[in-house]
């Protein structure tokens, strides 16, 4: 799949069938793969899904806890460089 076409796709929660967020941008690894996603939930913040914690199709993200959903208050909080 593109970049390109992972933004705006919606995020659902599995367990509860329901939209909870909307992809606003994909964040790529120096390995060229995806690394997270930042999101902007229902209620207008932002917040980053790491990519063990969901599943990408062509129609949507799906993940199955909304506390896989971490806080990106302050932006890029994290630096692959400091590994």
């Known amino acids: 799949m593109k970049t390109r076409n ?5 995020v659902f929660l599995a367990t509860r069938a329901e939209v909870v967020a909307m992809v606003q941008k994909a964040v790529i690894g120096d390995d060229f793969g ?8 229902e209620d207008g913040k932002a917040g980053l899904i790491f990519r063990d914690d969901f599943d990408l199709t062509p129609d949507a993200v799906k993940i199955w806890d909304l506390h896989c959903i971490k806080s990106y208050a302050y932006g890029e909080e994290l630096s692959i460089y400091e590994k």
């Open 34 to 41: 995806l690394l997270y996603l930042v999101v902007k939930g």
């Open 6 to 10: 992972i933004q705006h796709l919606p």
